[in-house]
């Protein structure tokens, strides 16, 4: 059976993980070594020449990343903001625009606005969601890139990938999907037409809070080209044993997913019946105005759940009473979380059009029992 024809499961197990073909060993080892003997000036073994420009567990991890989007080429990065600022240098030129959803990560919104504005790169920010303010925006003049986070952080919202990849193509711009909250596990932008798809492997695909890390997976071959340049060049490349864990992370994504989907459907349907509760942003809510699209594009619907209460301050008081979900920044690691975005991983946006509403609170559901998760919640509720 050859590698492409296999199940998301088996890949995210398999790919690029081929036995030491030396000792047998069915892990591959990590190597550490920055540099590669030569047979001869100039006589690399299998192109390994420096580790900047290729380590052999960063090109394993690289090889799984490919795999399991569906993707021709994959990079991973010291982090998802090295892996960001790679692709917009990469791409970008002064002068060129990015229209940017208006519910993405904090840090996302400050590299372009803060790092890039002053090189030259110019910023829109629409809702993705809407298909129609989109079509506006890009007929009012069009931007070389459309940037968008579905499932969005924090809010849920949802955007039909495939659609916009359409609008897009027609405009020439290049379609970037920021794929941390769903994961391939749950959908594929790259087969829903999008052209690259951007990790913050810190969060699920690690899936265990103790590796910071980044991935970009393309199919484009000249794009690929010009984001492997950069990611030699300006080396914000992940570390070996970052690489290393980030892979061993992903071979559990396919079961972590299910059951962070499972604990959050519970949790969601939960929080909607509850009399303190505002608003449930889910989408595997039916009442979610995202749902039919998320049901149609990802295969179940992930572990954000963020829920509105009555008041901000009703929101920080439930955030700091949770004593299963700890209180912190960041997402997608095997133990529950709690965060409080105003004041917290969405700081940076206070103020500005991707602001996120005082009330909300966001939770990373884990993959702890679910009776645990629910009592947690109402005591907390109850406070
Ligand atoms: C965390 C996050 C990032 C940034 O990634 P880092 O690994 O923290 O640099 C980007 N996008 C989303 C959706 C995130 O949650």
Redesign the pocket.
Known sequence: MTTAARAFASLAVHAGQEFDPTTGAVIPPVHFSTTYAQDGIGGLRQGYEYGRSANPTRTALQTQLAAIEGGAHAFSF???????DTLLRAVLSPGDEVLLGND??G??YRLLARVLGPWGVRLRVVDMSDAEAVRTAVAERAPRMLWV?TP??PLLRITDIAGLSAIGREAGALVVV?N??ATPALQQPLLLGADVV??????YLGGHSDV???ALVMNDDALAERVGFLQFAVGAVSGPLDAWLTTRGIKTLDVRMQRHSENAVRIAEYLAGHERVARVHYPGLATHPGHEIAARQMSAFGGIVSVALESGEAARRFAESTRLFQLAE???GVESLVNYPDAM?HASVRGTDAAVPEEVVRLSVGIEDSADLLADIEQALRA
């Open positions: 010291a982090s998802g903001l090295a892996a960001e993405v990560y840090g996302t986070e969005s952080n920021d941390t909250f951007v990790h913050s492997t810190t969060k910071v890390g980044g960041s997402l997608g991983t």
